[in-house]
């Protein structure tokens, strides 16, 4: 379409209502000179994405967005929490954005990937996190992989945001993490969206998105939690083998005999006497981390662990939850993060002599009793080969596509 330069943006923007103009039209522009006495003519192009290439480069195409929607999973993965919610390329990818974007944070220092870092299976090397202005996260980052593929919909340790779309937004109004809490003269979230509101790049893409320019925290959480549901991880030594059987019982053709001795002790549950000490069987671990997802049983209580990270005398017996245990470490073996919700555990045979012996606090009244047998602490009295044995297993579910997938990365360094 071709409109002459000398017309008033009132009346191009009549013209453009009369003609039909789509919101997305690409509009030449014609500077006309000498009128009445040449005909020389100019064409400018407006670009309606232009402040997204300005800001991402070509990290974020419009025109040929990357896959989030309709990505491949194993036919035997069959848990799915994502409920109502809907999975597209266009909310992922402005969620993509807001996911690594320091600018939701009240001095513009963090972003969600401060605290889930891709190369990390989306969590944290650090015992907890850094916030803003010195702030720091109450407890251990939890690893963002296949967040979509549990029965449990409830997300953070202590369960408290009722659904990922909830989650999103609680850690950017959080005072220590994102800040914009309304406390102690910090703006709110409302601060927030008039903030965003103002950013050419998401005035282009929350238009792209929702067919308008407007910011609103509800955009916000299902364009968060459009891109958080599609991080999902099934390349694993593990799934290259579960593939090849019918249910996870069969011994996989790819493991090696350590590997399906510990997949074996990791499923199959252990036979207690009445002192709580385990006689026959195998580890029980799938019943709280059941397989294939390897995602924690929305009914388990408190694991034993009940202090509060970085604190020596601290107790919280809220926290129920866990991340799946799907790439609890990367492809290589090598842990991601520190686990437990207070970091406290470095290392596989520390979460299995962990769970070796439970000694029952009297403090802990929300101790899940799969974990005292008969009400006696646990004593799994497990044997060293059966550590390695177990350990070499957790390892087979690291994935690889994961930590290097273009899609899941930073938009602002590509």
Known sequence: MRIPSF????????????????????ITIIPITNIGTTNTQTATTVDPYAAIKLALGSSIDPANLDNYANQDKPAYILKNNLGPNVITDKTATLGRVLFYDKNLSINNTISCASCHKQNFAFGDTAIVSAGVEGGLTIRHSMRLINTRFANEAKFFWNERAANLNVQTTMPIVD????????????GTITTLTNKLNTINYYKELFKFTFGDTIVTENRIQTSLASFINSIQSFDSKYDLGRAQVNNDNQPFPNFTVTENQGKALFITAPVFNAAGLRTTGGLGCNACHNAPEFDIDPNTLNNGIIGIANSANGIDLTNTRAASLRDITNAAGAINTPMMHTGVLRSLRAVINHYNTINVNPRNTNLDPRLRPGGNGQNLNVTEAEIAAVVAFMQTLGGNNVYVNKKWSNPFLN
């Open 7 to 26: 017309l008033t943006a009132t009346l191009l923007a009549g013209i453009f209502s009369t003609l039909g103009c789509s919101k997305n039209d690409a």
């Open 175 to 186: 005072h220590l993490e994102m800040g914009f809490s309304g406390e102690n003269g910090r």
